[in-house]
């Protein structure tokens, strides 16, 4: 292999490897980085012996360097000494009886260009964290019960519409400060609207709302919303950026999974129907084994929930080789989406922070090492197997005979990508997190934080009973880490502001009595999300204005308290769903199946790659795990390699510009145009109706005058033309004006 070709298959491989690595988080270093130094670099260089003048065992040493100069330079892999040795580039060879893997190569090449971040725990030789859990651990305060709590009472009794609003209302009194005033209604329709379903309020529902004058009139447009088919689109969407969704494996040639979209249907599904999030757990985790039990109706259903663990990211060139790392990323994806809890970190040694155990983790290995994935394809075996039939075992046993029969060569019956039972057996820890070199054999059991409870049935893979200990109502973290996440969701932030860890490098609740009366309700009424959602729109506390008084913006400018309503960019889908049903061009149906080519092989230097265009919602829009669709990734969509528990929103040139002159605007713009032409004759109503469906308000005076002006101007500049195409161009020009503003990105 040429150093070139070294280094093409280097830049697929580094999107092999989740999670980002920063300074704050040391994961990657310690899951990754640290042993390969250990075991490839440290006999030689490290505290007993230093060949070469060269330490590298601490950071520092690192770039200091020895006799040849400075091992790594921070954030320039190719200007790293390290990176040239280990490539055996030239005569410089290291290690010099032997060559790191690719996969290797590509993790110290992605670390140094990251800045090569070395937690100073391992910098000072500090202990690695072991033994048995101290009492004081198990005081943490996401490890207590989840208890109910009952709502404080509050000097302005009047304010609180319900019990959310007095843990609101209180903090906000305790420190003399007044919450903001109401939203006006129209602001509170398009919020509402934008939240619960993820696209604009229509005028006729604008107007709906405005003239209706009972009581209960806000709660009318919640339940519509929350009977839309459209929910489950949106709030599918937020489940879909926590569990890593794509519809490809992720390794080096980057397969695609023509079934994949079955699980994102699912989760849809499941969201429209108010499935209880108990279940919810238990039918990804265990649907395979759920639906053997029963009832027959169900059992498809069941199956394709387990695309949750087949959707685990797949490795390097040959995936099998690498299947540990598929299920760490199962294991990593478990704990921060249903417990906010970093279990990954415990590979190679205990958890340093929080209280999750080497023998935990090994634990867990063994539930999933006793499970069947089903396998997309790869560059070394491109043909896909153990994809799980969407009926019974008996009837396709009836149906495979019928097709031999028939000699029918079109497949007798739907698969799903999921996961299914394999044999169960008690994994042996990973020495250093390293699978060829095998240590004691762990019981397959629960974290011993939260009970230890070894497997009842040993003869199954112990799915089943992970799925009951995650769900069960007295586990303490799944409650909270769930409506936490829908509280983010309707708030920007949530209660705990680090959604996918409630571990001690987490930021701690800023209303802990709040989150667990919301924990409380959430199992009280079923687990049933919808309630959950309901609750929170409901109250005084979501429908306030983004604007409060000067003491008031001033003693919490980050609206820790939530005494007003955070204004917030639409999130990527959002944005292009939104221009997409303004300019009336929104296909509402749902998505199925990606036209992905068939029989076709891929490979690191030539890896499957595709844009699919539609006019469906963008959650439809096939999502490539190592190179993302250029509208989700410009507007900060969801990282695909790893849980996305929160989008990180940025403001950039490339997005005006694209708002400026890219096709899919002006695209949409023109079919805006040609909708309010439609509509009506009339410039004035024209531009009324343009304001409305765009920006859910009329045009002020001021701004009728400015349109009427624009169109005037555009159209003596298109003379030359005829007068309906200027007419047409002038209107899309205005059309593309509204779009692009601000008010139409943001949501108040």
Known sequence: MTIKSLHVGILFLLASFPGTVCAQDDAFFENQVRPLLVKHCQNCHGPKKQSGGLRLDSREAAIRGGDRGPALVSGQADKSLLIQAISHKDDLRMPPKSKLSGSDVAVLTKWIAAGAPWPKEANQGAAIRTGPISSEERKFWSLQPVKPVAPPKVNDAAWSRNDIDRFILQRLEEKQLKPAPDADRRTLIRRVTFDLIGLPPTPEEVEAFLADKSPNAFAKVADRLLASEHYGERWGRHWLDVVRYADTAGETADYPVPQAYRYRNWVIDAFNADKPYNDFIREQLAG????AKGPPEKYAERITGTGFIAISRRFG?????????????????????????????ARCHDNKFDPVLRGDYYALYGIFDSTRYSIPGSESKSQPADFVPLVSPEEAKRLKAEADKAKSKAPPFEVAYGAFEGKPHNARMHKRGEPRDLGDEIPRRWLEVLGGTPLENPAESGRLELAGWIASKDNPLTARVMVNRIWQHHFGAGLVATPNDFGTRGQRPTHPELLDFLAAKF?????SIKAMHRLIVLSHAYQTSSKG????EKADPTNALCGRYPIRRLDAEAIRDAMLAVAGALDRSPGGAHPFPTGKGYSQHNPFSAVYETKRRSVYLMTQRIKRHPFLALFDGADTNASTPQRILTTVPTQALFLMNDPFVHEQAAAFAGRILALSKDERDRIRLAYELALTRPPLELEYEEVSRFLKTYRERRKSLTVEIAERESWAAFTRTLLARNEFLFVQ
């Open 523 to 527: 199992i009280a009424d079923g687990w």
């Open 317 to 345: 060139f040959d995936p099998e080789n690498y299947f540990h790392l598929t299920i760490q990323d199962t294991i990593d994806t478990v704990g921060q989406t249903f417990l906010g809890l970093s279990l990954g970190c």
């Open 549 to 552: 008084d000067a003491a008031l």
């Open 288 to 291: 395979d084994i759920l639906a």
